[in-house]
Every structure is written in structure tokens, then in C-alpha cells.
């Protein structure tokens, strides 16, 4: 089961609540590191949506050009797409996604 799945079942007094504990406080109590956990969550998506707009426009302008720049064009946009799902991919789901929900684990009848 992820980490993450097992974060949201935690039961207050389970031993992977108790490991959090610190971290939901130091999460909890202030806005710096809430911020700073939402900025490496959202800044990465940004630039890799950036990107992919990016080669998309350029994609639409290699479809004008002859075979070998569209060929050329093709390997450079499998470049991208490899960059932009690693980025996401490892900003949300490492770097963001398991400080946001270890937060998210909360005592019984809070």
C-alpha cells in the first residue's frame, strides 16, 4: 500500500502518526513551511505546462517544414514530454504530496 494511503487511514495513536506528529505540527503552526511545501507543489507545474505549451506551438510550426525538421522536431518533443511528466511526476508526488498528507493526519475527533 503507498505511503500515502497509509497516511490517510493513521489512526491518532498508530506508530505512522506518531512519526508525523512533528512534521503536522512544524506544518500546522506556520505558514513559511505551508508555503514553501505549495510552492515546490505548484511551481513545477507551472514550468512543466510551460514547457509542453511550448513544444506543442512548436510541433503545430514543424508540421509546415519538410520531413527532416518534423522528424527532428518528433525527437525533441519525446525529449520534452520525458521532462515534463519527470517533473510533475516528482514535484507532486515526492516532494509535495507526502509532506501535504502526512500534515493531513490528524488525532481522533480532531
Known amino acids: 500500500m503507498l505511503l500515502l494511503q497509509h497516511l490517510a487511514r493513521a489512526e491518532a495513536s ?3 502518526a506518531r512519526l508525523v506528529e512533528p512534521w503536522n ?6 505558514k513559511a513551511v505551508a508555503t514553501a511545501v505549495m ?13 509542453a505549451l511550448t ?3 512548436a510541433t ?5 517544414l ?3 525538421e518534423r522528424t ?3 525527437s525533441e518533443l519525446a525529449r520534452t514530454h520525458a521532462i515534463v511528466l519527470f517533473d ?8 509535495a504530496g507526502v509532506p501535504k498528507a502526512a500534515a493531513a493526519v490528524r488525532p481522533n475527533g480532531a
Open 66 to 68: 519538410s520531413g527532416d
Open 39 to 51: 510552492f515546490f507543489h505548484l511551481v513545477p507545474l507551472l514550468i512543466a505546462g510551460g514547457a
Open 88 to 95: 510533475t511526476h516528482a514535484a507532486n508526488a515526492r516532494v
Open 14 to 16: 498508530s506508530p505512522l
Open 55 to 57: 513544444a506543442d506551438r
Open 25 to 30: 505540527g512544524l506544518y500546522s503552526d506556520s
Open 72 to 74: 527532428r522536431q518528433l
Open 60 to 64: 503545430i510550426r514543424a508540421s509546415r
